[in-house]
């Protein structure tokens, strides 16, 4: 079955450009999503289809997707972007989602 | 405005069976794909299977841990999404979540214990 592997946590300082990865074989070939989560909190969809932000999510927000990695940017990030973030592709029929990535903020 | 509301779940003793709906409103339900994604305490998310609107097919498509045991349908009269949960496992202890991937209900809570 695909896998789709994210680090377990990334740090930051406020103010500074946070990248989230997310691997798996022939990512490029497979539209990827991003999901942030906050604790206590339903998942919020921030990228979807590699680099499309939903409406309401600040520009900060950015997506890529190359070869084997889809790669989420946070750019100035602030306190407020502190949360569990997950990568999500199509595999066939069915949703694939990364283990999860925490963001510090600090 | 959006709005996806889930309810029924519980507790549950291993081999039962439980019945969660989610109730949505504020878009054309008939024409969306909807997906039940679940939450294991503490642990990440789960993909637990979608069904496609009825204009595509209708058709679902589970993950292999609830193949065979758990049924999703909906009721475009009622926009109305369901899912049957038969021989329920310890494992299957969860908040389980309705969602058009843009859009995410609360999610209702589901423990199997004895």
């Known amino acids: 079955s695909y896998e789709l592997t994210q680090p377990p946590s990334v740090s930051v300082s406020p103010g500074q450009t946070a990248s989230i990865t997310c691997s798996g074989d022939?990512?490029?070939?497979?539209?990827s999503s991003w999901y942030q989560q906050k604790p206590g909190q339903s998942p919020v969809l921030v990228i979807y289809q590699d680099t499309k932000r939903p409406s309401g999510i600040p520009e900060r927000f950015s997506g890529s997707n190359s070869e084997n990695t889809a790669t989420l940017t946070i750019s100035g990030t602030q306190a407020v972007d502190e949360a569990d973030y997950y990568c999500q592709a199509w595999d066939s029929s069915t949703w694939v989602f990364g283990g999860g990535t925490n963001l510090i903020v600090l | 405005e959006v709005r996806l509301v889930e309810s029924g779940g519980g507790l549950v003793e291993p081999g039962g069976s439980l019945r969660l709906s989610c109730a949505a409103s504020g878009f054309t339900f008939s024409n969306a794909w909807m997906s039940w994604v679940r939450q294991a305490p503490g642990k990440g998310l789960e993909w637990v299977g979608r069904?496609?609107?009825?204009?595509?097919?209708?058709?679902?498509d589970n993950a292999a841990p609830v193949k065979g045991r758990f049924i999703i349908s909906r009721d475009d009269s009622k926009n109305t999404l369901y899912l049957q949960m038969n021989s329920l496992k310890t494992e299957d202890t969860a908040i389980y979540y309705c969602?058009?991937?843009?859009?995410w209900g609360q999610g209702t809570l589901v423990t199997v214990s004895s």
């Open positions: 069904i496609k609107s009825k204009t595509d097919g209708g058709t679902t």
């Open positions: 022939k990512l490029r070939n497979r539209y």
């Open positions: 969602t058009t991937m843009f859009d």
